[in-house]
C-alpha cells in the first residue's frame, strides 16, 4: 500500500472553507501537523498509524475509468458536495481518497464514481459505480458488482456487506473473493468477473433510459434500476445470468436489456477466448452504439422504435451500408463466433483517452484553433497540445501569404501567450 | 510541429509526432492503427486524423439539464463541448429530427460531381456514445419559457435549466416560388440534401452552350456553400462539360460581391470570363418555375428577361421557425427589426428578448454580428458553452471572448481560395469586431488569400475533416 503525503492543494484549502467549525479546526490541526512533514511517509508528526488509515485507494473499473470523479458521499445524499472527499482516476482507474479532513467515522460511507471515459471503448462514462468504504479495505474495486452489492445493503436487503456479497456471488455464480477483485487483472484467472460485471452495467444503464421517470436524472434512474435488481438477486436462491435477473424484474421495458446483457456475456466471452481483451473491447464498444442507439430511438407506443436489440443493430449496420456482413446484427445475436468478433474488430476500435489541461485560463481562446487542429489541439493541419509557440513565426508573414499567419495576426499577444499556456498544460 | 502551410502531415509524421509528445510527457494521442476507414468507423472515415481520440470531460461538479435544438455545426459543437467542459453532470440532450447533418461546407462540391451528397452525411452517434449526450428524433414545436419546457412534435416535453436553439434556417418564398417550386422545379439546394442532387442532376442534364441563372440574396445570407463560389464552380464544369459557350448569368441583389472581392473578381473577369455575367444590385426578380424565364430590373433600371435552361434562385433565408405562427417567433425570440433573426448578447449568446432567462441561440438564426457559416457556427457554440458552464457555476461569462472564422472556397474542380478573420469583442458597441495586426480592431479586415491554387484545395480538404471533427466526433 502507498501511504499518500497529506498535501493542500487550493483546491482543499477551498473546501475547508465550507467545512463546519469543529472540522475546520480539526483540519487545521492536522494540516499544521503535517505541514512540515518531509518526504518520508513514516516521518509525520502524526505518527504512521493515523497517516495509514487517512486515506482510500482503490479502482474503478468497468474498463478502467480514467479521468473520473470519485468522492466519498459524507452527507449520504449520492450527490458530490463541497468539502466531501474527492478524487480523479488515472488512467488506469487508480484512486486515493484522502479523507484526512474528515471528523466523521467514514466506516459504510458510499464511495461513488461517476465521469470520465471508459478505456475500453474510448466512451465518456454516463454510469455511475458506488461501494462501502471501509478503513480495512485498501485496494476497493469500484466496479458494477459491487455497485450491485452496496444496493442490496442501501435496502437493507442484508445484514451486513459480507452478506450483500454472498447473495450476489450466489446470483451470479462467483466467490465473494471474485467480487473484491479488479475484473481487468483477473481476465485470465476469472473472465466471469469482467463479462457478467460488463453486462450488468449495460443493462442498467439501458433500463434507466427506457424507464426513466420525467425530470429524473440518469444516474438516479440507474439507482433506482440496480436497486431494483438487487431485489431480484436477494430473492435468488441458485446461479442464473444477469439477463436472467433483468428478465424477473418488476420494471417496464425489460426485452431489450435482458437480449442486451445476453449479447454482452455472449460476445464478450468470444471475444475473450479469440482475441483476448482487446476484442473484448471491439465487441464492447460495438454493443455500446446498439445499447445507445436503443436509449435514443425508443418510443414505447411504436414498433419501429421497440428496444429489440437486433432491431437496433440492423439500424447502425444500414446506416453504414453494411446491409449485407451485418456485422453488429451478427453481434448481437446468441451464436456469436470468432469470426463474427473479427468483423467488429476491424471496424470499431476504442480510441485514445486524452485529459484536459487542468487549468482552464486560456480554455475558450485556444479552442479557436481547434477547428482546424482539432479538439484540444490534437491533429488537424497538425497537433499543437504540448507547444505551440510556433504560432509566433506567423506574425511576421504577409497575412495574405498564409492562412495561419492572417489568423495569428487576429491576436493580442497576450492572448497568444494565454493560448500557448493552456495547451502546454 | 510541421507548419500549418505544409501538405496534409502524413501518417509517418504524425507517429513521429506522437513519439515527440510522448517525449515531452504527453498523452499519446495519435496511436492510430490500421485502415483509415476501418478506424472510427462512426463516420466512415470521414474525420482527419489524431481524432480517434475521445477528450475526458472536466470534473466541476456540476449538475444541469440542458436541452440543445438542433443538429447541425453549432447544436452538435456546444452538446460537445458542454460534456467537455461542463462534465458528466450534466443532463444535455441534443433534439433534432434528422438522424443525420448534411454539410452544407463542400456541398457545391456535389454540383459538379467530385463529390456525393452520402459523403456530406455526419450522424450523431460520436455524440451520443463518446460523449453521453442524449439525441431525440423530434422537431420543437413549442417553447414554454415560463415553465422552461419545450413541446416536441412527437407530443413529449423536455425540461431545461438552460435552453440552446441553433435550428438553422428556413428559406422564404420569394421571386413568386414557392417550397414545393424549391423541391421540384428550382432548386436553391442552400441546405444541402435532395436539392443539391436536383440541382446537379439539372446541370448535368443541360444542353451544349445553354444558361444557367442564379440569384444571390441580399446580405445576411448563411454561407457556405458560398454564391461566388458556386458561379465558379458551375462555370468550371459548363465550360469543361458544356462547351465554351455556356452562360452563367449571376444576378446578386447586393450592389457588390460580398465576400473575397479579389478572389472572385479574379475568377468571374478572367478565371472565368465569358461564361459568367455578373449584375449586381439587381431588384424585382421574378422566375417562371415552368418556363425557366427570369426577369430582373438591374442598377440602371432596365427591365430584362432571359430564357434559361436551369434556374438556382439563392432564395432569403430567415431563423427557423421565425416565420409569422413559427414556434421561435410564438416566443418572441425572433425580436431583429425585421423579425427574421435572434438577436443575442454575444458574451453569452443568450437571448435579449424579454422574459428568454435560460435562452441561448447560435449559429444561423443568431444575429450577433459575425457571418452565418458552420465554422463561425462552431465558435460561438464553444463560447456559449463556456459561457453556461460559468453561468452554472455562479460565474459571470468571459467578458472578451474571441472568435474565428475561416473558410476554402473552390474556384475551379481543383483549385481554391480562402478567406479568414479574427473577431474581438468590442465593449464599446457590445459588439464581435474583425481583427487584425496584434489584434487591433481599428480598420481591420477581413484577409483572403493572395492567390488561388491546388495546394490551397488539398488545404481545404483537411480544414473541413478537422472542422467536422471538432463539432461531430
Redesign the interface.
Given at each position: 500500500m502507498t501511504i499518500k503525503k497529506p498535501k493542500t492543494s487550493p483546491r482543499q484549502l477551498h473546501h475547508l472553507r465550507h467545512l463546519r467549525p469543529l472540522a475546520l479546526a480539526l483540519a487545521i490541526a492536522t494540516l499544521a501537523a503535517c505541514g512540515g512533514g518531509g518526504g518520508s511517509s513514516s516521518a509525520g508528526p502524526s505518527g504512521p498509524g493515523n497517516s495509514s488509515i487517512s486515506s482510500l485507494s482503490g479502482v474503478a473499473v468497468d474498463g478502467y475509468l480514467?479521468?473520473?470523479?470519485v468522492f466519498l458521499d459524507l452527507n449520504k445524499n449520492g450527490?458530490?458536495d463541497?468539502g466531501e472527499p474527492s478524487a480523479?482516476t488515472s488512467a488506469t482507474g487508480q484512486y486515493t481518497l484522502d479523507y484526512s479532513q474528515v471528523s466523521s467515522a467514514i466506516e459504510g460511507l458510499q464511495i461513488v464514481v461517476?465521469?470520465?471515459?471508459d478505456t475500453d471503448?474510448?466512451?465518456?462514462?454516463?454510469g455511475r459505480l458506488t461501494a462501502r468504504a471501509s478503513k480495512a479495505t485498501q485496494g476497493q474495486v469500484v466496479t458494477p458488482l459491487t455497485s450491485l452489492v452496496d444496493a442490496i445493503v442501501a435496502q437493507g436487503l442484508a445484514a451486513d456487506v459480507t452478506a450483500a456479497q454472498t447473495l450476489v456471488a450466489t446470483a451470479l455464480g462467483l466467490t465473494v473473493a471474485d467480487l473484491g477483485k479488479d475484473p481487468v487483472a483477473a481476465l485470465a484467472s476469472t473472465p466471469a468477473i469482467y463479462t457478467q460485471a460488463v453486462a450488468l452495467q449495460r443493462a442498467v444503464q439501458l433500463l434507466a433510459?427506457l424507464n426513466a421517470n420525467?425530470?429524473e436524472?440518469?444516474h438516479k434512474a440507474q439507482e433506482r434500476m440496480m436497486k431494483a435488481i438487487a431485489k431480484v438477486v436477494k430473492s435468488q436462491e441458485s446461479k442464473v445470468d444477469v439477463s436472467q435477473l433483468v428478465a424477473a424484474l418488476q420494471v417496464a421495458n425489460t426485452t431489450g436489456a435482458s437480449q442486451l446483457a445476453t449479447a454482452v456475456q455472449n460476445s464478450v466471452t468470444t471475444a475473450l477466448e479469440s482475441g483476448g481483451h482487446d476484442s473484448a473491447k471491439a465487441a464492447l464498444?460495438g454493443l455500446?452504439?446498439v445499447r445507445?442507439?436503443m436509449?435514443?430511438?425508443f418510443?414505447e407506443n411504436d414498433s419501429d422504435h421497440s428496444d429489440d436489440l437486433a432491431q437496433a443493430a440492423g439500424k447502425?449496420d444500414d446506416?453504414?451500408g453494411l446491409t449485407t456482413s451485418q456485422p453488429l446484427t451478427n453481434l448481437v445475436t446468441d451464436d456469436s463466433d470468432a469470426g463474427e468478433i473479427d468483423a467488429v474488430q476491424?471496424?470499431?476500435?476504442p480510441?485514445?483517452?486524452?485529459?484536459?489541461p487542468a487549468n482552464?485560463n486560456g480554455?475558450?481562446?485556444a479552442?479557436?484553433c481547434?477547428?482546424?487542429?482539432?479538439?484540444?489541439g490534437?491533429?488537424?493541419?497538425?497537433?499543437?497540445?504540448?507547444?505551440a509557440s510556433?504560432v509566433r513565426?506567423?506574425?511576421t508573414k504577409?497575412?495574405?501569404?498564409?492562412?495561419?499567419a492572417?489568423?495569428a495576426?487576429?491576436?493580442?499577444?497576450a492572448?497568444l501567450d494565454a493560448i500557448i499556456a493552456y495547451l502546454q498544460q | 510541429m510541421t507548419a500549418f502551410n505544409n501538405t496534409p502531415t502524413s501518417r509517418r509524421n504524425l507517429l513521429a509526432l506522437a513519439t515527440a509528445a510522448i517525449a515531452v510527457g504527453m498523452v499519446p494521442m495519435l496511436s492510430r492503427s490500421g485502415d483509415d476507414h476501418h478506424d472510427d468507423h462512426d463516420e466512415g472515415g470521414k474525420f482527419s486524423a489524431g481524432q480517434n481520440t475521445t477528450v475526458a470531460a472536466a470534473n466541476t461538479g456540476l449538475s444541469g439539464n440542458i436541452v440543445v435544438v438542433g443538429g447541425g455545426m453549432a447544436g452538435a459543437t456546444v452538446a460537445k463541448y458542454l460534456r467537455l467542459w461542463g462534465g458528466s453532470g450534466l443532463t444535455i440532450t441534443l433534439v433534432e429530427p434528422s438522424t443525420s447533418y448534411t454539410s452544407n461546407i463542400m456541398s457545391n462540391l456535389v454540383l459538379n460531381g467530385s463529390r456525393t451528397v452520402s459523403s456530406l452525411a455526419y450522424g450523431y452517434t460520436g455524440l451520443a456514445s463518446k460523449y453521453g449526450i442524449a439525441v431525440k428524433q423530434a422537431a420543437v414545436t413549442a417553447i414554454n419559457k415560463a415553465a422552461k419546457s419545450v413541446t416536441l412534435s412527437d407530443g413529449s416535453t423536455l425540461s431545461y435549466d438552460r435552453l440552446v436553439l441553433a435550428p438553422g434556417v428556413d428559406f422564404m418564398d420569394a421571386y413568386g416560388l414557392t417550397q414545393a417550386d424549391y423541391d421540384s422545379k428550382t432548386p436553391h439546394a442552400w441546405r444541402a440534401g435532395a436539392q443539391t442532387t436536383l440541382l446537379s442532376t439539372q446541370l448535368a442534364a443541360m444542353p451544349a452552350n445553354g444558361t444557367f441563372v442564379m440569384t444571390i440574396p441580399k446580405s445576411p445570407y448563411r454561407c457556405p456553400p458560398g454564391p461566388y463560389e458556386r458561379a465558379s464552380l458551375v462555370a468550371d464544369f459548363l465550360k469543361t462539360n458544356k462547351g465554351a459557350g455556356s452562360k452563367v448569368l449571376v444576378l446578386d441583389e447586393n450592389l457588390s460581391i460580398q465576400a473575397e472581392v479579389a478572389s472572385f473578381t479574379y475568377a468571374f473577369n478572367t478565371l472565368h470570363a465569358g461564361v459568367i455575367q455578373y449584375e449586381s444590385g439587381v431588384t424585382n426578380v421574378h422566375i417562371n418555375p415552368d418556363t425557366k424565364a427570369v426577369t430582373y430590373t438591374d442598377q440602371v433600371g432596365t427591365i430584362t428577361t432571359v430564357s434559361a435552361n436551369v434556374v438556382n434562385p439563392i432564395v432569403p433565408h430567415r431563423a427557423s421557425g421565425s416565420a409569422p405562427g413559427g414556434w421561435l417567433a410564438a416566443a418572441g425570440l425572433n425580436n431583429s427589426p425585421d423579425g427574421r433573426w435572434a438577436v443575442v448578447d454575444v458574451l453569452s449568446y443568450q437571448s435579449t428578448a424579454a422574459n428568454a432567462s435560460g435562452i441561448h441561440v447560435i449559429g444561423d438564426a443568431a444575429n450577433c454580428g459575425m457571418p452565418k457559416a458552420g465554422h463561425v457556427a462552431n465558435q460561438e457554440a464553444k463560447i456559449c458553452a463556456d459561457a453556461i458552464v460559468r453561468l452554472l457555476g455562479g460565474q459571470q461569462p468571459d467578458p472578451a471572448p474571441v472568435a474565428n472564422s475561416a473558410c476554402y472556397s473552390p474556384l475551379t474542380a481543383s483549385t481554391a481560395s480562402w478567406l479568414t478573420a479574427v473577431y474581438q469583442y468590442d465593449s464599446a458597441n457590445q459588439k464581435m469586431v474583425v481583427a487584425d495586426n496584434g489584434g487591433r480592431t481599428v480598420g481591420a479586415k477581413v484577409t483572403e488569400a493572395s492567390n488561388h491554387n491546388t495546394e490551397n484545395f488539398k488545404q481545404m480538404n483537411t480544414w473541413f475533416n478537422t472542422l467536422m471533427g471538432d463539432s461531430f466526433s
Amino acid at each position: 500500500m502507498t501511504i499518500k503525503k497529506p498535501k493542500t492543494s487550493p483546491r482543499q484549502l477551498h473546501h475547508l472553507r465550507h467545512l463546519r467549525p469543529l472540522a475546520l479546526a480539526l483540519a487545521i490541526a492536522t494540516l499544521a501537523a503535517c505541514g512540515g512533514g518531509g518526504g518520508s511517509s513514516s516521518a509525520g508528526p502524526s505518527g504512521p498509524g493515523n497517516s495509514s488509515i487517512s486515506s482510500l485507494s482503490g479502482v474503478a473499473v468497468d474498463g478502467y475509468l480514467q479521468g473520473a470523479t470519485v468522492f466519498l458521499d459524507l452527507n449520504k445524499n449520492g450527490l458530490q458536495d463541497t468539502g466531501e472527499p474527492s478524487a480523479l482516476t488515472s488512467a488506469t482507474g487508480q484512486y486515493t481518497l484522502d479523507y484526512s479532513q474528515v471528523s466523521s467515522a467514514i466506516e459504510g460511507l458510499q464511495i461513488v464514481v461517476t465521469g470520465g471515459v471508459d478505456t475500453d471503448t474510448g466512451n465518456t462514462f454516463t454510469g455511475r459505480l458506488t461501494a462501502r468504504a471501509s478503513k480495512a479495505t485498501q485496494g476497493q474495486v469500484v466496479t458494477p458488482l459491487t455497485s450491485l452489492v452496496d444496493a442490496i445493503v442501501a435496502q437493507g436487503l442484508a445484514a451486513d456487506v459480507t452478506a450483500a456479497q454472498t447473495l450476489v456471488a450466489t446470483a451470479l455464480g462467483l466467490t465473494v473473493a471474485d467480487l473484491g477483485k479488479d475484473p481487468v487483472a483477473a481476465l485470465a484467472s476469472t473472465p466471469a468477473i469482467y463479462t457478467q460485471a460488463v453486462a450488468l452495467q449495460r443493462a442498467v444503464q439501458l433500463l434507466a433510459s427506457l424507464n426513466a421517470n420525467p425530470g429524473e436524472s440518469s444516474h438516479k434512474a440507474q439507482e433506482r434500476m440496480m436497486k431494483a435488481i438487487a431485489k431480484v438477486v436477494k430473492s435468488q436462491e441458485s446461479k442464473v445470468d444477469v439477463s436472467q435477473l433483468v428478465a424477473a424484474l418488476q420494471v417496464a421495458n425489460t426485452t431489450g436489456a435482458s437480449q442486451l446483457a445476453t449479447a454482452v456475456q455472449n460476445s464478450v466471452t468470444t471475444a475473450l477466448e479469440s482475441g483476448g481483451h482487446d476484442s473484448a473491447k471491439a465487441a464492447l464498444k460495438g454493443l455500446d452504439q446498439v445499447r445507445v442507439r436503443m436509449e435514443n430511438d425508443f418510443d414505447e407506443n411504436d414498433s419501429d422504435h421497440s428496444d429489440d436489440l437486433a432491431q437496433a443493430a440492423g439500424k447502425i449496420d444500414d446506416e453504414h451500408g453494411l446491409t449485407t456482413s451485418q456485422p453488429l446484427t451478427n453481434l448481437v445475436t446468441d451464436d456469436s463466433d470468432a469470426g463474427e468478433i473479427d468483423a467488429v474488430q476491424n471496424l470499431y476500435q476504442p480510441g485514445t483517452v486524452v485529459a484536459q489541461p487542468a487549468n482552464t485560463n486560456g480554455r475558450l481562446l485556444a479552442s479557436n484553433c481547434f477547428q482546424c487542429h482539432g479538439t484540444g489541439g490534437m491533429g488537424g493541419f497538425d497537433a499543437i497540445r504540448g507547444d505551440a509557440s510556433e504560432v509566433r513565426d506567423y506574425l511576421t508573414k504577409p497575412a495574405g501569404s498564409d492562412i495561419m499567419a492572417a489568423h495569428a495576426q487576429g491576436y493580442t499577444n497576450a492572448q497568444l501567450d494565454a493560448i500557448i499556456a493552456y495547451l502546454q498544460q | 510541429m510541421t507548419a500549418f502551410n505544409n501538405t496534409p502531415t502524413s501518417r509517418r509524421n504524425l507517429l513521429a509526432l506522437a513519439t515527440a509528445a510522448i517525449a515531452v510527457g504527453m498523452v499519446p494521442m495519435l496511436s492510430r492503427s490500421g485502415d483509415d476507414h476501418h478506424d472510427d468507423h462512426d463516420e466512415g472515415g470521414k474525420f482527419s486524423a489524431g481524432q480517434n481520440t475521445t477528450v475526458a470531460a472536466a470534473n466541476t461538479g456540476l449538475s444541469g439539464n440542458i436541452v440543445v435544438v438542433g443538429g447541425g455545426m453549432a447544436g452538435a459543437t456546444v452538446a460537445k463541448y458542454l460534456r467537455l467542459w461542463g462534465g458528466s453532470g450534466l443532463t444535455i440532450t441534443l433534439v433534432e429530427p434528422s438522424t443525420s447533418y448534411t454539410s452544407n461546407i463542400m456541398s457545391n462540391l456535389v454540383l459538379n460531381g467530385s463529390r456525393t451528397v452520402s459523403s456530406l452525411a455526419y450522424g450523431y452517434t460520436g455524440l451520443a456514445s463518446k460523449y453521453g449526450i442524449a439525441v431525440k428524433q423530434a422537431a420543437v414545436t413549442a417553447i414554454n419559457k415560463a415553465a422552461k419546457s419545450v413541446t416536441l412534435s412527437d407530443g413529449s416535453t423536455l425540461s431545461y435549466d438552460r435552453l440552446v436553439l441553433a435550428p438553422g434556417v428556413d428559406f422564404m418564398d420569394a421571386y413568386g416560388l414557392t417550397q414545393a417550386d424549391y423541391d421540384s422545379k428550382t432548386p436553391h439546394a442552400w441546405r444541402a440534401g435532395a436539392q443539391t442532387t436536383l440541382l446537379s442532376t439539372q446541370l448535368a442534364a443541360m444542353p451544349a452552350n445553354g444558361t444557367f441563372v442564379m440569384t444571390i440574396p441580399k446580405s445576411p445570407y448563411r454561407c457556405p456553400p458560398g454564391p461566388y463560389e458556386r458561379a465558379s464552380l458551375v462555370a468550371d464544369f459548363l465550360k469543361t462539360n458544356k462547351g465554351a459557350g455556356s452562360k452563367v448569368l449571376v444576378l446578386d441583389e447586393n450592389l457588390s460581391i460580398q465576400a473575397e472581392v479579389a478572389s472572385f473578381t479574379y475568377a468571374f473577369n478572367t478565371l472565368h470570363a465569358g461564361v459568367i455575367q455578373y449584375e449586381s444590385g439587381v431588384t424585382n426578380v421574378h422566375i417562371n418555375p415552368d418556363t425557366k424565364a427570369v426577369t430582373y430590373t438591374d442598377q440602371v433600371g432596365t427591365i430584362t428577361t432571359v430564357s434559361a435552361n436551369v434556374v438556382n434562385p439563392i432564395v432569403p433565408h430567415r431563423a427557423s421557425g421565425s416565420a409569422p405562427g413559427g414556434w421561435l417567433a410564438a416566443a418572441g425570440l425572433n425580436n431583429s427589426p425585421d423579425g427574421r433573426w435572434a438577436v443575442v448578447d454575444v458574451l453569452s449568446y443568450q437571448s435579449t428578448a424579454a422574459n428568454a432567462s435560460g435562452i441561448h441561440v447560435i449559429g444561423d438564426a443568431a444575429n450577433c454580428g459575425m457571418p452565418k457559416a458552420g465554422h463561425v457556427a462552431n465558435q460561438e457554440a464553444k463560447i456559449c458553452a463556456d459561457a453556461i458552464v460559468r453561468l452554472l457555476g455562479g460565474q459571470q461569462p468571459d467578458p472578451a471572448p474571441v472568435a474565428n472564422s475561416a473558410c476554402y472556397s473552390p474556384l475551379t474542380a481543383s483549385t481554391a481560395s480562402w478567406l479568414t478573420a479574427v473577431y474581438q469583442y468590442d465593449s464599446a458597441n457590445q459588439k464581435m469586431v474583425v481583427a487584425d495586426n496584434g489584434g487591433r480592431t481599428v480598420g481591420a479586415k477581413v484577409t483572403e488569400a493572395s492567390n488561388h491554387n491546388t495546394e490551397n484545395f488539398k488545404q481545404m480538404n483537411t480544414w473541413f475533416n478537422t472542422l467536422m471533427g471538432d463539432s461531430f466526433s
